[in-house]
């Protein structure tokens, strides 16, 4: 049956419109359109109609680690936060380096996952052979850790990476630190502290100077083998000096911004311990604010969240042993909401760093805008009136249990998602419906 989307302030490509939607089949089939006979009519009441969030970089844990969350739990989790499609990294057991691994990870989501989904193909020492021939229509991106890895895919010989750069046909995505530096940084911390190391000292061991002495090496790697290069989860002021300010087409080397380094700083540690513990770290309020900044001016391209759920008993651990991530994909948009809110950023630049960038940068074909033709990947966000306080852990889908933002009241909500044209979550609720689809990319 039809849907027809009434009373909606649809966010679309630098604009918001007043109007209604008709989805037909999947795909928006009419926008400002009359309804037709017979369709399923929704009234948004004045909310905010968006597309749907594309999440480029996630960790849904599965295979390997179910305890920690299941590709069926955090798909759950991110239709209920307005996102419709991710992107999912390969540092799972085993690790996502092969085709037939790819395959694997598509064939589970295909049977379980609520949103859309692509995933990359991890970069290791020795699997080049891998990286040149992986499928271009299928495959997000690859995935290097340089200088960094917590997944044991640590790249760290000179040569291999000079040969992914220089080699490698699809978008390199990097996570940026330099091991040497951390782990000399955390050896003095357990030399001061022994095994009572303080949250606060996060930022100091996973430094600005680690940061950037990885992030420097990828860029310069990138511009010498015209690499498309793109930065994951930028957290310096300093880092930024790296890329260029313009319109996302212009670029080569892009960076990305993540929810929580745009939300939290280091001056939540004392309240908020493990529980912002990520790498990399959460850093200064300086940063924070240097990072906002960017994400204006068109320095930083994508946002996006690194959602990393750990068990609450890991979380509880002391520092050296409570693991580095957060479950984030639920709350990512109300976080960015309430940046609009308080007139940070505009709600058509929130929508353009979640929806159309990641759509842009990685081809992703026939989804991220709101189009006739399109896709129908929606979500639509309401004026949180009832004053809820959506981040307890009461209300948490993943299957950790609970949220960084525990306690947060947040301006907004999510009323509905559409994956596909499907009603996925409304009211509250994950409803039941088709699976999300294999994101593909309109590649040469």
Known sequence: MDQHIVNAKIVNEGTIIEGDLVIQDQRIAGIGATPRPGADVFDA????????????????????????????????????????????????????????????????????SAANYGFYLGATNDNLEAIKSVDHSLTCGVKVFMGASTGNMLVDDATTLEAIFAATPLLVATHCEDTPMIQAAEAAAAAKWGEDIPFSEHPNIRSEDACYASSSLAVGLAKKHGTKLHVLHLTTAKELALFETGPLTDKRITAEACVHHLFFSAEDYAERGAFIKCNPAIKTTEDRAALIRAVIEDRIDVIATDHAPHTLEEKQRKYAKAPAGLPLVQHALLSLMDRFTDGTFSLEKIVHKTAHAPATLYQVAERGFIREGYFADLTLIAPNHEAETPAQETSVLSKCGWSPFAGHTFSHRVEATWVNGSLRYHQGAVLPGPMGEALRYSRP
Do not use: W
């Not at 909310?47 to 305890?67: K, T």
């Not at 085709?99 to 295909?110: C, V």
């Open 45 to 112: 009441q004045g909310a905010f109609l968006l597309p749907g969030m594309i999440d480029d970089q996630v960790h849904f844990r599965e295979p390997g680690m179910e305890h920690k969350g299941t590709i069926a739990t955090e798909s759950a989790a991110a239709v209920a936060g307005g996102i419709t499609s991710y992107m999912e990294m390969p540092n799972c057991d085993p690790l996502t380096i092969s085709e037939a691994a790819l395959i694997d990870k598509r064939t589970r989501a295909s049977g379980c």
